[in-house]
């Protein structure tokens, strides 16, 4: 019985052993990030999907969205729980249409927080440990932990850091597909004065195939404790899902995103 035992573990330490991709994890992990964010940068495609968004008193909202090279034209559904009319629907739509600089704000919001996430990932290779921890399939599962080494060179940095978790790759395409963490202690900035973050704190992100070679965001989960902004479209405590991708043209324009959301409004 004993013999027969180890003999089993024996086979499954060989079966986890040959699941695991054969370089250092850490090396294994900034060749995927070197992927991901080619893949990113080259990706200049468009959509048009729902985004619903549960702030932390409960409340959400429901939009529909169209991407254009102008900025995120969205048509309100619900707003803090309560369904609009289609009437209402189309009136908040097109204030934000005619208003260039609220289009422009939306454009330029979800630039820098691409830009901060792809920092973050860049660092990700240096601010963490890895381990790998399973495989299933194609799908690469590693568990991370700060390095001791690392020295965060900005206060969005300092969080990230203080993270311990867990991120998978698909290593068929080595796409990020999932990432999730807590903070493994208290985050203060200027002696508590300028903010701070409680231990425990989580995040979990998801992105998904929407379309053959194109990944998008669709879940993003965050649990903080605490006072510190940093993300311009994201709060301390909000739950985000984004449904229903399809693509629409490169060029299209917000009057073009406007006619098409009215169209789908009517049944069109």
């Known amino acids: 019985m004993k013999l027969l035992f180890c003999v089993a573990a024996l ?3 060989v079966e986890c052993v040959a699941q695991q991709p054969s370089t250092d994890p850490n090396q294994w992990v900034r060749h995927a ?15 048009r999907f729902r985004l619903r968004t549960q702030k932390a008193k409960g409340n959400f909202d429901v939009d529909e969205i169209r991407e254009t ?4 034209l969205k ?8 369904k609009l009319s289609a009437a209402e629907s189309d009136k908040r739509m097109e204030k934000m249409l005619h208003d260039h600089d609220a289009l422009a704000q939306s454009l330029k919001d979800k630039n820098d ?6 920092q973050m990932l860049k660092m990700l290779p240096d601010a963490f440990l890895f381990k790998y921890a399973a ?3 194609d799908m690469v599962e590693l568990s991370f932990s700060p390095n001791p080494k690392f020295k965060p060179p900005t206060r969005e940095a300092e969080v990230f850091h203080a993270m311990v978790g867990n991120i998978w790759f698909n290593a068929k395409d080595t796409r990020l597909q999932r990432i999730n963490g807590h903070l493994s202690h208290e985050v203060k900035f200027g002696g508590g004065i300028l903010g701070h973050l409680d231990r425990g704190g989580d995040f979990d992100v998801t992105q998904a195939e929407v379309a053959p070679g194109f990944s998008e965001l669709t879940i993003l989960n965050v649990n903080m404790k605490g006072k510190a902004l940093f993300f311009k479209t994201i709060d301390v405590q909000q739950k985000v899902s984004r449904t229903g991708f399809s693509k ?4 299209l324009s917000p009057q073009q995103a406007a006619k098409m959301l009215r169209q789908g409004s009517s049944g069109k």
Do not use: M
Not at 69 to 72: A, E, L, R
């Open 248 to 251: 629409v043209a490169d060029d």
């Open 11 to 13: 086979v499954l330490a």
């Open 33 to 47: 990030i070197e992927n991901e964010l080619k893949a990113e940068q080259q990706d200049t495609s468009h959509w």
């Open 75 to 82: 048509r309100p559904l619900i707003i803090n729980g309560r």
């Open 69 to 72: 090279p102008q900025g995120d």
């Open 113 to 118: 927080d691409t830009a901060k996430s792809q």
């Open 135 to 137: 495989r299933k399939g």
